[in-house]
């Protein structure tokens, strides 16, 4: 182990990941039906997934937003039904492990649990497809602990746009502003990932709160929609908000993202969905990998991001979104949550001070969610 590494191990211990996204609730639905029995995440599941118990111990991480992510493709009550049934599972989860996990509903909680060496583990749904244009609903995920919603996914919805989808709104709808005006209300944090620029840009005009973007890199290193343009980035300063850098291949590295276009492209040839995790699905990507070998983005190309996310935002502003568990394809050195540790061990090198780095990992992300209760409760 280098010095850097040891280093990096020293300061996770007492500055832990606070990680804006993992996927495991999806691919305990897609994998299992949520039959924890067969992913029993106290033991090695690395055959299977990118998480459990010991890797995440492993890679030092104090606190996780599960995503309670349903496809874009589920629709009206499908769509709610599907997110009642992830919180259920993260909950269950929560309940199996009492040990290593702990349901923190606020950054007050997040702090017990680094205090007691659990995981706290908060909740965000990915997508307001997830709402089905109900504000009522989106009050009752808030009341069942989902502190983030991000305002859509892949697909564009009747009232915002996403990044990878036909605008329809040029950004928010007046409905739209309204939903983030209700999570302000609320204390449930505006997620900007996976939306237009546009919409970015709305919902930083209507927050009174600050926003956070739960996985995703910068525009300027890697010119995918996925990621958040510098003028946008410029804006977090004065609003307060935190840029969680994620690690997909396809968005942090642009041959990365030319090469996922084709393998996108051979999976729905198979009748599969892209985002298919399912052993059916992991073959036909290892098939395609096999004959069209993938360009590799490693921890070195997501510190590039976080340089320049930094320079533009500044490091009060940065966090880390690695989007395990959803995602086929990962970067060298970061292949499953036991990898943080060289994330933070490059940035050593890169001159990172310590205390910018558990800014990184821990401290801003506490103080986004705790401002956001401040902006409800004030």
């Known amino acids: 182990m280098s010095s850097s590494q040891e280093a990096a191990r020293d300061l996770l211990a007492r500055w832990p990941v606070v990680d804006g996204h993992n996927d495991l609730p999806w691919a305990l639905r897609e994998q299992v039906s949520y039959d924890l029995d067969q992913r029993d995440i106290a033991t090695d599941q690395s055959a299977h997934l990118h998480t459990d118990l010991p890797r995440l111990r492993a890679g030092g991480v104090g606190a996780q937003f599960w995503s309670v992510y349903v496809r874009s493709d589920y629709a009206g009550d499908k769509a709610v039904t599907a997110t009642l049934e992830q919180i259920d599972v993260v ?33 965000g749904a990915e997508g307001g497809h997830s709402i089905n244009n109900s504000l009522g ?61 546009d919409t970015m840009r709305d919902a930083l005009r209507v927050s009174t709160a600050p ?42 590295l ?27 699905g992991m073959t036909v990507q290892r098939a395609f990998e096999a004959a069209n070998p993938r360009p590799k983005a490693t921890a070195a190309t997501v510190a590039d ?43 050593l090198d890169r001159k990172w001070s310590e205390e910018d780095l558990a800014k990184l990992t821990w401290r801003n992300a506490v103080r986004v969610l705790r401002a956001a209760e401040a902006v409800a409760f004030g």
């Not at 009492?98 to 997040?110: K, Q």
């Not at 410029?234 to 850098?245: E, I, R, T």
């Not at 041959?255 to 892209?274: I, K």
């Not at 991001?305 to 320079?311: A, F, I, K, P, S």
Request: charged share 25%; hydrophobic share 40%.
């Open 137 to 197: 609903t989106l009050r009752a995920l808030y009341e069942l602990g989902v502190r983030y919603m991000t305002l859509t996914h892949n697909d564009t919805i009747d009232w915002a746009d996403s990044a990878t989808d036909e605008p329809r709104h040029h950004g928010l709808s007046p409905f739209g502003e309204e939903v983030v005006r209700e999570m302000n209300r609320c204390g449930m944090l505006v997620d900007l990932s996976h939306v237009s620029a």
């Open 211 to 252: 926003v956070i973007f739960s996985h995703s890199s910068a525009r300027a290193v890697c010119d995918h929609p996925r990621n958040i343009p510098d003028d946008v980035l410029a804006q977090l300063p004065a609003n307060g908000g935190v840029a969680m850098a994620t690690f997909v291949p396809k968005f942090v």
């Open 305 to 347: 991001h976080l340089d320049h996310m930094r320079e533009v935002a500044g490091v009060d502003h940065l966090g880390i979104g690695g989007d395990f568990d959803g995602t086929a394809f990962t970067p060298d050195g970061l292949a499953d949550v036991a990898g943080y540790p060289n994330l933070i061990a490059e940035l």
């Open 91 to 123: 909950r269950q989860l929560v309940a199996r492990y009492p040990d290593a996990l702990r349901l923190a509903r606020t950054a007050d909680d997040m702090e017990a649990a680094r205090a007691e060496g659990r995981i706290a583990s908060l909740m």
């Open 254 to 280: 642009p041959a990365a993202g030319e090469w996922t276009l084709r393998a996108d492209e051979n999976m729905r040839a198979h009748g599969l969905h892209h985002l298919d995790t399912t052993a059916a």
